[in-house]
T-cell receptor
Framework: EAGVTQSPTHLIKTRGQQATLRCSPI?????VYWYQQALGLGLQFLLW???????NRGNFPPRFSGRQFPNYSSELNVNALELEDSALYLC?????????????FGPGTRLTVT | RKEVEQDPGPFNVPEGATVAFNCTYS??????FFWYRQDCRKEPKLLMS???SGNEDGRFTAQLNRASQYISLLIRDSKLSDSATYLC???????????FGTGTSLTVIP
Protein backbone atom coordinates (compact mmCIF):
# COMPACT_ATOMS: atom_id res chain seq x y z
CA GLU A 1 0.00 0.00 0.00
CA ALA A 2 1.34 3.42 -0.94
CA GLY A 3 2.18 5.77 1.89
CA VAL A 4 1.63 9.51 2.10
CA THR A 5 3.18 11.31 -0.84
CA GLN A 6 4.18 14.94 -1.11
CA SER A 7 5.34 17.14 -3.95
CA PRO A 8 7.59 18.77 -4.75
CA THR A 9 10.49 17.38 -2.74
CA HIS A 10 12.28 20.70 -2.80
CA LEU A 11 11.03 24.18 -3.59
CA ILE A 12 13.03 27.35 -3.86
CA LYS A 13 11.23 30.68 -3.88
CA THR A 14 12.10 34.30 -3.35
CA ARG A 15 10.66 36.56 -0.69
CA GLY A 16 7.18 37.80 -1.54
CA GLN A 17 6.32 34.92 -3.88
CA GLN A 18 3.72 32.25 -3.29
CA ALA A 19 4.36 28.56 -2.71
CA THR A 20 2.00 25.64 -3.27
CA LEU A 21 2.70 22.29 -1.67
CA ARG A 22 0.73 19.12 -2.33
CA CYS A 23 -0.07 16.01 -0.35
CA SER A 24 -1.80 12.73 -1.14
CA PRO A 25 -2.92 10.73 1.89
CA ILE A 26 -2.89 7.00 2.37
CA UNK A 27 -5.81 5.39 0.57
CA UNK A 28 -8.82 5.35 2.87
CA UNK A 29 -7.57 8.16 5.09
CA UNK A 30 -9.83 11.19 5.24
CA UNK A 31 -7.83 13.45 7.53
CA VAL A 32 -4.79 15.44 6.44
CA TYR A 33 -2.55 17.47 8.74
CA TRP A 34 0.11 19.99 7.82
CA TYR A 35 3.12 20.77 9.97
CA GLN A 36 6.09 23.10 9.73
CA GLN A 37 9.47 21.98 11.01
CA ALA A 38 12.05 24.73 10.97
CA LEU A 39 15.69 23.75 11.34
CA GLY A 40 16.44 22.65 14.88
CA LEU A 41 12.85 23.14 16.01
CA GLY A 42 9.98 20.81 16.71
CA LEU A 43 6.97 20.23 14.52
CA GLN A 44 4.49 23.08 14.62
CA PHE A 45 0.88 22.29 13.74
CA LEU A 46 -0.41 24.31 10.79
CA LEU A 47 -3.74 22.94 9.58
CA TRP A 48 -6.08 19.97 9.84
CA UNK A 49 -8.51 18.97 7.11
CA UNK A 50 -11.11 16.27 7.34
CA UNK A 51 -13.78 15.35 4.81
CA UNK A 52 -12.99 18.42 2.75
CA UNK A 53 -13.33 20.90 5.59
CA UNK A 54 -10.76 22.86 7.57
CA UNK A 55 -11.26 21.62 11.13
CA ASN A 56 -8.52 23.40 13.00
CA ARG A 57 -5.53 25.61 12.43
CA GLY A 58 -2.45 26.37 14.43
CA ASN A 59 -0.99 29.68 15.44
CA PHE A 60 0.08 30.82 11.98
CA PRO A 61 -0.87 33.95 10.04
CA PRO A 62 -3.65 33.86 7.41
CA ARG A 63 -1.13 33.80 4.57
CA PHE A 64 -0.85 30.10 5.38
CA SER A 65 -3.92 28.47 3.89
CA GLY A 66 -4.96 25.32 2.18
CA ARG A 67 -7.73 23.08 1.06
CA GLN A 68 -8.70 19.47 0.76
CA PHE A 69 -10.08 18.03 -2.42
CA PRO A 70 -12.88 15.46 -2.86
CA ASN A 71 -10.27 12.70 -3.25
CA TYR A 72 -8.84 13.79 0.17
CA SER A 73 -5.60 15.08 -1.27
CA SER A 74 -4.61 18.47 0.04
CA GLU A 75 -2.78 21.61 -0.90
CA LEU A 76 -0.95 24.07 1.33
CA ASN A 77 -0.51 27.60 0.05
CA VAL A 78 1.87 30.09 1.55
CA ASN A 79 1.49 33.65 0.28
CA ALA A 80 3.88 36.58 0.58
CA LEU A 81 6.76 34.32 1.51
CA GLU A 82 9.16 35.46 4.19
CA LEU A 83 12.67 34.23 4.87
CA GLU A 84 11.55 32.57 8.10
CA ASP A 85 9.12 30.39 6.15
CA SER A 86 12.10 28.29 5.10
CA ALA A 87 11.44 24.91 6.65
CA LEU A 88 10.45 21.32 6.06
CA TYR A 89 6.69 21.09 5.53
CA LEU A 90 5.28 17.74 6.51
CA CYS A 91 1.92 16.31 5.67
CA UNK A 92 0.38 13.49 7.67
CA UNK A 93 -2.78 11.50 7.17
CA UNK A 94 -4.96 9.46 9.46
CA UNK A 95 -8.14 7.48 9.18
CA UNK A 96 -10.15 9.94 11.23
CA UNK A 97 -10.75 11.12 14.75
CA UNK A 98 -10.70 8.94 17.79
CA UNK A 99 -8.52 7.94 20.65
CA UNK A 100 -6.09 5.93 18.58
CA UNK A 101 -5.71 8.45 15.83
CA UNK A 102 -2.32 7.51 14.48
CA UNK A 103 -0.76 9.80 11.92
CA UNK A 104 1.48 8.72 9.07
CA PHE A 105 3.82 11.22 7.55
CA GLY A 106 4.95 11.92 4.04
CA PRO A 107 8.60 12.64 3.20
CA GLY A 108 8.03 16.38 3.30
CA THR A 109 8.67 19.35 1.07
CA ARG A 110 11.74 21.38 1.87
CA LEU A 111 10.95 25.02 1.16
CA THR A 112 13.78 27.51 0.87
CA VAL A 113 12.98 31.20 0.68
CA THR A 114 15.78 33.45 -0.52
CA ARG B 1 3.99 26.36 29.65
CA LYS B 2 4.49 24.16 26.59
CA GLU B 3 1.89 21.52 25.82
CA VAL B 4 4.55 18.82 25.61
CA GLU B 5 8.04 18.89 27.07
CA GLN B 6 10.91 16.53 26.51
CA ASP B 7 14.51 16.44 27.63
CA PRO B 8 16.36 17.20 24.37
CA GLY B 9 19.38 15.15 25.41
CA PRO B 10 21.57 14.16 23.72
CA PHE B 11 21.69 10.69 25.14
CA ASN B 12 24.85 8.84 24.16
CA VAL B 13 24.72 5.20 25.20
CA PRO B 14 26.79 2.09 24.39
CA GLU B 15 25.32 -0.76 22.39
CA GLY B 16 23.31 -3.09 24.57
CA ALA B 17 22.42 -0.43 27.10
CA THR B 18 18.92 0.33 28.34
CA VAL B 19 17.78 3.92 27.95
CA ALA B 20 14.59 5.67 29.03
CA PHE B 21 12.99 8.90 27.86
CA ASN B 22 10.27 10.82 29.61
CA CYS B 23 7.86 13.35 28.29
CA THR B 24 5.42 15.52 30.25
CA TYR B 25 2.19 17.03 28.98
CA SER B 26 0.12 19.89 30.34
CA UNK B 27 -3.45 19.08 29.28
CA UNK B 28 -4.97 16.55 31.66
CA UNK B 29 -7.80 15.94 29.17
CA UNK B 30 -5.40 14.58 26.54
CA UNK B 31 -6.67 11.33 25.11
CA UNK B 32 -4.04 9.73 22.96
CA PHE B 33 -0.30 9.50 23.12
CA PHE B 34 2.40 8.36 20.74
CA TRP B 35 6.11 7.97 20.28
CA TYR B 36 7.60 8.74 16.88
CA ARG B 37 11.12 8.30 15.64
CA GLN B 38 12.72 10.80 13.30
CA ASP B 39 16.00 10.21 11.50
CA CYS B 40 18.08 13.16 10.34
CA ARG B 41 16.33 15.08 7.55
CA LYS B 42 13.59 12.46 7.29
CA GLU B 43 9.93 12.41 8.22
CA PRO B 44 8.76 11.16 11.62
CA LYS B 45 7.74 7.51 11.68
CA LEU B 46 5.28 6.09 14.16
CA LEU B 47 7.08 3.94 16.70
CA MET B 48 4.17 3.07 18.94
CA SER B 49 0.96 4.33 20.44
CA UNK B 50 0.89 4.53 24.22
CA UNK B 51 -1.99 2.88 26.01
CA UNK B 52 -3.14 3.36 29.58
CA SER B 53 -2.12 -0.14 30.50
CA GLY B 54 1.32 0.29 28.97
CA ASN B 55 2.46 -1.60 25.94
CA GLU B 56 5.50 -3.39 24.65
CA ASP B 57 6.82 -4.01 21.17
CA GLY B 58 9.98 -6.07 21.16
CA ARG B 59 12.72 -4.06 22.84
CA PHE B 60 10.47 -1.01 23.23
CA THR B 61 8.13 -0.39 26.16
CA ALA B 62 5.84 2.62 26.50
CA GLN B 63 4.11 3.69 29.70
CA LEU B 64 1.51 6.32 30.50
CA ASN B 65 1.13 7.92 33.90
CA ARG B 66 -2.02 10.04 33.86
CA ALA B 67 -1.74 11.13 37.47
CA SER B 68 1.66 12.71 36.88
CA GLN B 69 0.93 13.53 33.23
CA TYR B 70 3.91 11.91 31.66
CA ILE B 71 4.68 9.18 29.18
CA SER B 72 7.86 7.20 28.93
CA LEU B 73 9.72 5.12 26.39
CA LEU B 74 12.16 2.42 27.41
CA ILE B 75 14.57 0.92 24.91
CA ARG B 76 16.33 -2.27 25.95
CA ASP B 77 19.44 -3.77 24.38
CA SER B 78 20.12 -0.64 22.29
CA LYS B 79 21.25 -1.15 18.71
CA LEU B 80 23.25 1.22 16.55
CA SER B 81 20.17 1.53 14.35
CA ASP B 82 18.21 3.00 17.27
CA SER B 83 20.17 6.24 16.87
CA ALA B 84 17.57 8.87 16.02
CA THR B 85 15.45 11.60 17.55
CA TYR B 86 12.44 10.35 19.49
CA LEU B 87 9.35 12.55 19.49
CA CYS B 88 6.63 12.46 22.08
CA UNK B 89 3.19 13.32 20.70
CA UNK B 90 0.01 14.11 22.57
CA UNK B 91 -3.47 14.60 21.17
CA UNK B 92 -4.91 17.61 22.91
CA UNK B 93 -8.44 16.28 22.44
CA UNK B 94 -9.91 19.64 21.48
CA UNK B 95 -9.93 20.16 17.72
CA UNK B 96 -8.00 16.93 17.31
CA UNK B 97 -4.80 18.93 17.58
CA UNK B 98 -1.58 17.02 18.02
CA UNK B 99 1.28 18.48 20.01
CA PHE B 100 4.80 17.35 19.33
CA GLY B 101 7.68 17.53 21.72
CA THR B 102 10.92 18.93 20.37
CA GLY B 103 12.44 15.47 20.51
CA THR B 104 15.13 13.61 22.42
CA SER B 105 18.30 12.79 20.54
CA LEU B 106 19.74 9.30 21.01
CA THR B 107 23.10 8.11 19.75
CA VAL B 108 24.05 4.49 20.31
CA ILE B 109 27.81 4.07 20.34
CA PRO B 110 29.61 0.88 19.22
Amino acid sequence: EAGVTQSPTHLIKTRGQQATLRCSPISGHTSVYWYQQALGLGLQFLLWYDEGEERNRGNFPPRFSGRQFPNYSSELNVNALELEDSALYLCASSSGTGRSNEQYFGPGTRLTVT
Amino acid sequence: RKEVEQDPGPFNVPEGATVAFNCTYSNSASQSFFWYRQDCRKEPKLLMSVYSSGNEDGRFTAQLNRASQYISLLIRDSKLSDSATYLCVVNGNTGNQFYFGTGTSLTVIP
